[in-house]
């Protein structure tokens, strides 16, 4: 069984930093993509940033290229997101998704969540002002 915890949530100033962590379990990161998602009160779900754990290639949404980092550490079946110069808007709860042999490109899962298997109960992550 594929699991995925998430941690790293919590309070944090406009223009702090947080990381948040993706715990695997159940599968190695051989073929997959494992992404960043955030859904914010009263809105829609959005990906945020995705990496492949075959050639650790990534993609970013437009609205947080340039402040997140997405990267992977292999040996410890762990993602994370280092989220830097962060703004209000940038508050929602966190999901980690996996999908295990992705038959689409990175890039289509990143827009297309629906077609992640995997979700963590999501971390949230609450910018002040």
């Known amino acids: 069984e594929v699991q995925l915890v998430e941690s790293g949530g919590g309070l944090v100033q406009a223009g702090g930093s947080l990381r948040l962590s993706c715990a695997a379990s159940g599968f190695t990161f051989d073929d997959c993509a494992i992404g960043w998602f955030r859904q914010a009160p009263g809105k829609e779900r959005e990906g945020v940033s995705i990496i492949s754990c075959s050639d650790g290639n990534t993609y970013y949404a437009d609205s947080v290229a340039g402040r997140f980092i997405i990267s992977s550490d292999k040996a410890k079946n762990t993602v994370y997101l280092h989220m830097n110069s962060l703004k209000p808007e940038d508050t929602a709860v966190y999901y980690c998704?996996?999908?295990?042999?992705?038959?689409?490109?990175?890039?289509?899962?990143?827009?297309?969540?629906?077609?992640?298997?995997?979700w963590g109960k999501g971390t949230l992550v609450t910018v002040s002002s």
């Open positions: 998704a996996a999908e295990e042999s992705p038959f689409w490109g990175i890039s289509w899962y990143l827009r297309n969540a629906h077609g992640m298997d995997t």
